[in-house]
């Protein structure tokens, strides 16, 4: 294999590895492809430590005359450190993870060579397609229908092969009004409100330009997802200054006059460089115990993270308002549409939509909205809070979305089917992953690679029984109403769980958490079969 | 006896200032009472006199003159009065009302007045000080119970019994204490059985710049003496070093090592009670701003410097903790007086070390010694008479919450909940019980208050299951030994639920607590009921060995009758969407300016939608969510609500 290239020293013996929560150990160092290893000398029975290497964030090394030290920091924010005996040593190891960390081929990451007993590679890639899920929602039939317009990904380099539309548009249309749209994103169903017959739909920023350009076919296709009603909202998540600029380099909006019966509403959602210095800050201020609390606070504010998920639900609780409390279609852009865009129709539905909270539902929700939707993955999450290289496109948007989750579950704790872990775990696992899920920008460059042959699927390994209980919620009762989140700022807190989630304090949660479940699971759901089995 | 009654008032709901409710608005002798006119179902709100911290008529307006209520428990009011003559009246009747100036005018001399004298004389005997100092292990050959303070003719703020080194002869104690400000000499507060250390508490010496004294330096060596296993101790003084040095040249001030053999000195820092109130106010705007930024919030909750406060008090604790616990070394703790730093201190000491101070019957024992015996001055600090406003200062209520900080870092090791510590602030404030009144015990002695009034520790007794953390482990290894917690200032949060109290809208819409608290109950009942098939099951079987042909129609099959699994209306899902619109100021924008089509959009608060049936809208039911329905100022007048501490027949019938 080509990795052996890098590996200039694969074994080290007498290495001190010292982590959270652990005593330092020392083992045996081994680096491979894909991983770092750490194993106890003396054969104990503890499994090794085993370190994804595109998990590896930063690497910093103060090698001395006899001996080095690595610290390691990781994209899910836990800091490691290596002593390593011999200087020699310890240069190249440093420089193999360097090498290794950081290789952007993607038919080379691990995901094409993780092949667990539990999974095959012909099951179903993903939980469902378009169609399937369309099949599933009968009540949009006589509206709305599938399109194969975009089969071969000619109309829409980032959407999927299938998408949901009116059912009086038809595929030439769809053409047309793409190329009135950034990237070919014209506007498609994410969300159906039964109660009301309105929709949520997302699209990328119209390219008005300067000169107010116009589209028949996309102001048409608005025009149809209003049919019969007076009145839709566009949120528009960037400020109206910001929009009104975009015009200058060929972007817009809908105007008023061109869009009959659509208001546009501007909320000033934050995105790339802003979002991904904020993380920074962030994580930065949580790694140093020794502020002041008038420190902290002030740069816990800095950091502008808790205002970002302020606006994000905020604004997502606008449009879920639109739809369910004032009955209007809603159409969320931004100019991409694969950021900020997602970010909000996501939040949107899981605040309206009882099966998007279920633990089945939320993944496919995210499936929907962001694998299959084009988030780039690949390039927003390159690097997390820890890297020294220079951005390019990262941006925790996903993580953000995680965080707002979070704030929602911890705001009505009965009504999500699925508990911390899940966010934790994917917040980790879309920067870090064994599984192809978050590999690539699109579904074109998936099937490009060949992700949906040679690698496996999380959401479905998330879905297997011993897995779904430990990311189930035990305190889960289905609500059908709409869970309304408080925006107010003492309701929004720091996100312990993910950001502290290497400190004792974080521990204690945890702790917290098993003994709810088992008061939950082994204690009362027992008794009240036991009770049951022995009536009667 | 005052009575007065306005009709046409309405209650603006201050968080959203949108909603108003029509109502008359009553005062009588104890509360001030509003009742709505317009809904169906009869909705009350009460306030207790005693609750007011202040009463302001704004500027009138064309729909009336507005009067903003604020309360002690942080609930906040706004009145608007149609006619200005009326609102007048009412500012002056509450602004008397709310201001007594003798202690028998307080609402605990007549709150439930006719009730059993002797069951009420025996309830103020549920919290006993002498069993506590005995479940310490005391006295012991290293301490002893002194009779110095009898009559309380050495210090009459200590309280009569206090235990001092076995070798602190009389005199030593007399010298001791003229040493001392206000006669406050070196005496313990906890004793930690495991290794003999003690925590001791004292007021500052009156040590000037050179003053000396044999006696009290003899009172500390005979501190370091009774414990055995050491040779020296640790003075800490809880405040920051200048104020103690500006002390000096009043006479008073801090020890010189060089005096006293085998002491460590040491500052902790903590800010005076001046500071500690303008702190809470600071703190109280921000948490009052309708619809703030985050960054609002933040900023604001620096400048106010509370949780930095609250921070400087545990880590004292900590301090003490460790030297206590690890390096087995006594301290003795003051401030000036030592009746508010010194109490904060040694208290949350107290519930570090020690497991029991973390149980609902230890709390309480903890508040009655290291604050009610030990003279903390309630009346002053917690405002109940009209007196000198720089008197009043949030000090027990910066110690409830420092429990609060530590409940939330170990979810496990509490027994109480966090409506037991808010529980406890709001009656610390409300005058309705006897056990926070006055300053000292000889004052509440002579109050004859035992006798007069009713204690809060035996209704939060009798009422405990509702104070019960779920997730409270005895056998976890969070719960048991000491307590260390991290103080690093993250660990520092705002506590909505306290000072955000009566705005709903920012708590959690469902309470985990309430559910598991549910399901415990549901589990004993289902605990009973197994027990009882499984008795059933063992009657049959014993049936079926003597005569096999007996049918099973022995089986008592009537239905179940076990509580239904909790359901949403017990946890409660408050359903009504916040004001999204209100952030991101698009109306601001400078686009919107040119074209103003969009600048209809203010979102509107589907007003017609609020059906009063919607049971999250109903007054009651939004009371219920808050999960502090039993101790709300909402009482439903029917007969239950006898059971209310808020309302009071009496008061009612007033009015």
């Known amino acids: 294999m ?66 080095g030290t690595i610290t390691l920091k990781c994209k899910d924010l836990c800091v490691l450190q290596l002593d390593i005996p011999g200087m020699e040593e310890c240069l190249n190891i440093a420089s193999s993870i360097e090498s290794l960390s950081s290789l952007e081929t993607v038919s080379e990451m691990y995901p094409f060579f993780y092949r667990p007993p539990f999974l095959s590679l012909q099951d179903q890639w993903g939980l469902s397609s378009t169609e399937q899920h369309y099949a599933q929602m009968k009540e949009i039939h006589d509206g709305w229908r599938v399109s194969q317009v975009n089969r071969d990904y000619s109309v829409s380099p980032s959407y999927p092969p299938a998408v949901i539309v009116p059912h009086s548009i038809d595929d030439e249309t769809l053409v047309k009004a793409a190329r009135f749209r950034q990237g070919g994103r014209f506007p498609v169903l994410c969300y159906y409100h039964r109660e009301t017959g309105t929709v949520i739909m997302r699209s990328s920023q119209p390219l008005s330009g300067a000169n107010r350009k116009r589209c028949r076919e996309d102001e048409l296709l608005l025009q149809a997802v209003i049919d019969g009603s007076e009145l ?61 609390v008038d420190r902290w606070l002030s740069k816990l504010e800095n950091s502008k993270w808790l205002s970002h998920v302020q606006t994000a639900l905020s604004t997502a609780g606008l449009v879920a308002e639109c739809v369910e409390r004032d009955g209007h279609s809603v159409l969320v852009h931004g100019s991409e549409g694969t950021d900020t865009s997602l970010l909000v129709s996501s939040l949107a539905q899981l605040i309206l939509d009882p099966d998007s909270r279920t633990l089945a539902g939320f993944l496919g929700l995210l499936e929907r909205e962001w694998v299959q939707a084009g988030h780039p993955f690949q390039q927003r999450c390159a690097h997390s809070a820890y890297s020294h290289v220079r951005l390019r496109h990262e941006a925790p948007v996903f993580v953000l979305l995680l965080d707002c989750v979070w704030q929602l579950a911890r705001q009505f704790p009965l009504a999500m089917g699925f508990s911390e872990p899940l966010l934790l775990r994917l917040a980790k696992e879309v920067y870090a992953s064994d599984y192809g899920t978050f590999l690539c920008n699109s579904d074109q460059e998936r099937c490009v690679t060949g992700v949906k042959e040679r690698t496996h699927c999380l959401f479905q390994s998330l879905l297997r029984a011993n897995e779904r209980q430990h990311y189930s919620n035990p305190l889960y009762e289905r609500t059908e109403l709409a869970i309304w989140p408080s925006i107010q700022p003492p309701s929004l807190q720091l996100w312990k769980g993910l950001f502290l989630q290497w400190t004792d304090d974080a521990l204690h949660l945890v702790e917290a958490q098993k003994v709810i479940q088992n008061l939950v699971s082994q204690c009362h759901r027992p008794l009240n079969e036991k009770v049951e089995n022995t009536d009667g | 006896m005052f009575n007065r009654n306005v009709e046409n008032v309405r209650l603006i709901d201050t968080v959203t200032s949108r909603r108003a409710s029509v109502g008359t608005l009553y005062l009588t002798a104890t509360h001030t009472i509003f009742v709505e006119n317009e809904t169906e179902i009869l909705t009350e709100t009460w306030v207790l006199h005693s609750l007011v911290f202040s009463v302001e008529k704004q500027a009138s307006t064309t729909t009336g003159c507005p009067l903003l209520v604020r309360c002690k428990n942080f609930q906040v009011l706004q009145f608007v009065i149609p006619q200005e003559r009326d609102c007048h009246d009412v500012h002056v009747s509450l602004l008397h009302l709310s201001r007594p100036e003798h202690y028998e005018e307080l609402y605990c001399f007549s709150y439930n007045a006719n009730s059993d004298r002797e069951d009420r004389r025996k309830a103020w005997d549920f919290i006993n000080l002498k069993a506590e100092y005995s479940r310490m292990g005391l006295p012991n050959h290293l301490w002893k119970l002194t009779p110095a303070n009898h009559h309380y003719k050495v210090s009459d703020t200590y309280p009569a019994d206090l235990y001092v080194p076995k070798s602190a002869t009389p005199p030593v104690i007399m010298g ?34 050179s003053a000396r004294c044999l006696e009290d330096e003899q009172m500390l060596e005979a501190i370091v003496r009774s414990n055995p296993r050491s040779d020296f101790m640790y003075v800490v003084d809880t405040r920051p070093k200048l104020n103690a040095m500006a002390n000096r040249a009043a006479g008073k001030g801090y020890e010189n090592e060089d005096n006293y053999s085998n002491i460590k000195f040491h500052f902790v820092g903590i800010e005076n009670i001046h500071v500690m109130r303008n702190s809470l106010q600071k703190m109280l705007e921000v948490s009052e701003a309708h619809f703030p930024s985050m960054s609002y919030f933040l900023e604001g909750l620096e400048s106010s410097g509370w949780l930095k406060h609250i921070k400087a008090v545990v880590d004292a604790g900590v301090f003490i903790t460790k030297a206590i616990a690890e390096e087995g070394i006594s ?134 299951t509702d104070y019960i953390n779920p997730l409270y482990r005895p056998d976890h290894s969070q719960t048991q030994g000491v307590l260390r917690p991290l103080t690093a200032p993250y660990c520092f949060k705002f506590w909505g639920a306290l000072y955000n109290r009566f705005d709903r809208g920012i708590h959690p819409r469902q309470s985990v607590m309430e559910y598991l608290m549910a399901i415990r109950e549901e589990t004993q009942q289902l605990e009973e009921q197994l027990a009882s098939h499984e008795m059933k099951i063992l009657n049959v079987e014993k049936q079926q060995k003597k005569s096999v042909n007996l049918e099973t129609n022995m089986f008592d099959r009537s239905p179940a009758v076990w509580a239904s699994p909790p359901s949403n209306s017990s946890v409660g899902l408050a359903n009504t969407p916040g004001d999204y619109s209100g952030l991101g100021g698009f109306l601001k ?41 039993g101790l709300s100022c909402l009482s439903p007048p029917n007969e239950e609500s006898a059971k209310d501490p808020d309302s009071d027949e009496t008061a009612y019938s007033a009015a």
């Open chain 1, 232 to 292: 839709g909202y566009i949120i528009d998540t960037r400020s109206s200054q910001q929009a009104q600029q975009a015009r200058m380099t060929g972007g817009g909006f809908e105007s008023k006059s061109c869009y009959r019966g659509w208001k546009r509403l501007h909320r000033q959602l934050e995105k790339g460089k802003v979002l991904q210095e904020s993380l920074i800050k962030l994580v930065e201020a949580c790694g140093d115990q020794s502020h002041s």
């Open chain 2, 176 to 209: 001791s204490s003229k040493f001392r400000s206000r006669g406050r000499f070196p005496t313990l507060s906890y004793y930690y059985k495991e290794n003999h250390a003690a925590i001791c508490r004292s007021s500052q010496p009156l040590s000037g710049f």
């Open chain 2, 331 to 464: 301290v003795l703790v003051h401030c000036s007086d030592g009746w508010d730093r010194t109490a904060q201190v040694c208290s949350v000491a107290s519930v570090l070390l020690d497991p029991y101070y973390r149980t609902l019957k230890g709390l309480m024992v903890l508040i009655e010694r290291d604050w009610v015996s030990f003279g903390h001055k309630f009346s002053h600090r917690n405002n109940h008479l009209n007196g000198d406003p720089k008197e009043v200062s949030p000090v027990i209520d910066q110690f409830l919450e420092c429990v609060w900080q530590l409940s939330e870092q170990f979810p496990c090791a509490f027994e109480y909940n966090e409506r037991f510590l808010i529980t406890i602030h709001h009656h610390v404030y409300s005058c309705q019980y006897g056990n926070f009144i006055g300053n000292n015990q000889k004052e509440r002695t002579e109050l004859g208050l035992q006798e007069k009034t009713h204690s809060l520790w035996t209704y939060l007794w009798k009422n405990r």
């Open chain 2, 589 to 629: 924008s400078p686009y919107q300016q040119k074209e103003p089509e969009n600048s209809l959009l203010i979102l509107p608060w589907p007003q017609e939608l609020r059906k009063p049936t919607d049971p999250d809208l109903s007054t009651n039911g939004d009371d219920q969510e808050s999960g502090i329905a």
């Open chain 1, 2 to 67: 080509e990795f052996s290239e890098h590996i200039k020293t694969a074994n080290v013996e007498d290495v001190v590895l010292r982590r959270p929560f652990y005593q330092p150990t020392k083992g045996t160092l081994c680096v491979t492809g894909h991983h770092l290893i750490f194993s106890n000398r003396g054969g104990d029975s503890a499994r090794p430590f085993l370190l994804l290497l595109r998990n590896i964030d930063a690497i910093e090394k103060r090698p001395s005359v006899s001996s």
